[in-house]
Each structure stands twice: as structure tokens, then as C-alpha cells.
């Protein structure tokens, strides 16, 4: 199982929050993370909705049976693989639960430095992160590696100095955003719109691949090299 942050940077002008709506649907592209030319492109995720596991499936990392957001069944693969969006209650929930354990069973793996552990969790962007990126999405993947975002409109809520909100099909950041603030009678935008993904936490079972490569989190982009 791997965590995967999707962070943004804009530059906001007259803007104090910039959140991203939790029941949107998110327009995504996902590939195979162990053979990188496997792909889908802008498949559509639905928050609210959670499809069920079937009785006997399994998933590709052999882990516990969950509720997932989305699944897929890669060529030539007998298992299927699960993509979650998750709350920052669920994130919380998951990092404490599999925070400390040891092999043996299985081996939890931290990807950033012990100092930035306070920035692992997702938030608004505010004038402070000016073109700084900020973790505003998790991801739980078991066998699906979500590497782009594409925004289509109405995934993110604007809230200006004044304290006005703009949300819904009003805010669409695929391009430069601009509106006016009648209630404050001043202009906001988004500029220099920008997002990416990044791996934060991962949980394996250590068993099950070169221990070497399992630390450095090679197995995540082509495969351990001892198992060829």
C-alpha cells in the first residue's frame, strides 16, 4: 500500500483560502507501478462513491479486503488493483495504525525527513505558500500510481480577503482564474496554476521483495533488480 500526496502552487491575488472541494470528482491519470508504460488516462474519481470488493477478489499486494474509490485489472495481471481518496481523517487514522511496525510483519516506511513529519497532512493553500507546493489530497494505492491531475472545474472552493466564497462550476483552474468580489467591490484570481504527485508513506510486506531495494523504495519504479 502507498500514499500518494497530490500537491498545487498558484499564485492568489486578494485570495485568503484555496481548498480543494472534498465531494468533487477528480479528473486523474494512473499508471502501473511496475511497468511505467501502462497507463489510463483523465479517468474520472468520484469521492462519494465506493464500490465494494467482490467475495473471493484479491488485490495486488495481497492486503486486506477494503471499499475503494477505484479498481482496475492491469494486463495480464490475475489480481486487481485499488485506488482510495482519503480524508485527513482517514490519512491520520492510517499513518498512526501502521506507524512503528516492525518486520516481520510489515515494515513501515517514512519517505520524507523526520523534521517535515508536521507538513504530512493536507490543508488549504494561503497567500503564505506563495508558489510553494501544498499537500491538498491523499491517496491510498495498492497497485495503481497516480501521476497527473487535471483540473475540469469545480474541484476547488476560493474564499477572498473579504471573505467572499466562490465554488462550484464558478471556479476552474485549468487556466489563469479571475472573478470580482461585489460584496468587497475588488478582483481575486489564481495564477500559475500547477500540481504533481509525490509518494509519502508506503507499507509492505518485506517478505515479499529485496529488502535492499525495499528501502529505497525502488521496487516503485521498475522492479527489484534481485527478483530478475
Known amino acids: 500500500m502507498v500514499v500518494y500526496f497530490l500537491y498545487i502552487k498558484a499564485e492568489l491575488e486578494e485570495i485568503a483560502l484555496l481548498s480543494l472541494n472534498p465531494k468533487s470528482n477528480l479528473c486523474i491519470d494512473i499508471r502501473n507501478p511496475t511497468k511505467s508504460d501502462e497507463t489510463r488516462e483523465k479517468i474520472i474519481i468520484n469521492p462519494n462513491e465506493y464500490a465494494r470488493r467482490q467475495g473471493g477478489e484479491k488485490d495486488s499486494l ?5 471499499d475503494h474509490h477505484f479498481s482496475i485489472t492491469w494486463e495480464k495481471s490475475e489480481t ?32 520524507i525527513p523526520a523534521n517535515d513529519e508536521d507538513l504530512c497532512t493536507i490543508r488549504n493553500v494561503t497567500p503564505d505558500d506563495y508558489l510553494q507546493f501544498v499537500p491538498v489530497a491523499a491517496f491510498e494505492g495498492r497497485g495503481i500510481e497516480p501521476y497527473a491531475f487535471h483540473p475540469m472545474g469545480g474541484e476547488f472552493i476560493i474564499k477572498s480577503q473579504g471573505g467572499h466564497v466562490f465554488e462550484g462550476d464558478d471556479v476552474d483552474l485549468s487556466d489563469d482564474w479571475a472573478d470580482w468580489d461585489t460584496e468587497n467591490e475588488v478582483s481575486v484570481c489564481v495564477m500559475e496554476f500547477e500540481s504533481k504527485f509525490e509518494i509519502k508513506y508506503y507499507v509492505e510486506k518485506v517478505s515479499q521483495f529485496c529488502r535492499e531495494c525495499f528501502k529505497i523504495g525502488y521496487i516503485f519504479s521498475g522492479g527489484c533488480k534481485s527478483l530478475k
Open 62 to 66: 495481497c492486503c486486506q479486503a477494503v
Open 80 to 111: 486487481s488493483s485499488f485506488l482510495n481518496i482519503l480524508s485527513k481523517e482517514e490519512l491520520q487514522t492510517l499513518l498512526k495504525k501502521n506507524k512503528g511496525k516492525q518486520e516481520g510483519s510489515c515494515l513501515f516506511r517514512r519517505v
